[in-house]
């Protein structure tokens, strides 16, 4: 069973930056494609992802609304993603999850959040104006 752990949340200014990290633990971690996911306040949790990344790190998509200023990474070795948030803006602020598929494939991302079966439990990110 894999479990996902975020971290890297907090209370910032606009036009901050934060980090997100996301571990991936648990049996085959590295067979996994990740995607980070937001739900903003009064919102249900969006259907596609903020950033999304391919099993070998190599593949990745982002939203129209981060592209520019979030950048997606992965550690196989560390067996974590990170999702680097630069040029915050108050409407970024959300609960971010992450979320983990186990993959045949090394290559290419799902931003569809139905596409995913493992989810983490969020990290809150605030910024305000």
């Known amino acids: 069973q894999v479990r996902l752990l975020e971290s890297g949340g907090g209370l910032v200014q606009a036009g901050a930056s934060l980090r997100l990290s996301c571990r991936i633990s648990g049996p085959s971690a590295d067979r996994y494609g990740v995607g980070w996911f937001r739900q903003s306040p009064g919102k249900e949790r969006e259907s596609v992802s903020v950033?999304?990344?391919?099993?070998?790190?190599?593949?990745?998509s982002y939203h129209d609304f981060v592209k520019g200023r979030f950048t997606i990474s992965k550690d196989n070795a560390k067996n974590t993603v990170y999702l680097q948030m630069n040029n915050l803006k108050p409407e970024d602020t959300a609960a971010y999850y992450c979320?983990?598929?186990?993959?045949?494939?090394?290559?290419?991302?799902?931003?569809?959040?139905?596409?995913?079966?493992?989810w983490g439990q969020g990290t809150q990110v605030t910024v305000s104006s």
């Open positions: 950033a999304a990344i391919s099993r070998n790190g190599r593949d990745t």
């Open positions: 979320a983990a598929r186990a993959t045949i494939l090394t290559v290419g991302s799902s931003s569809r959040a139905v596409d995913y079966d493992n």
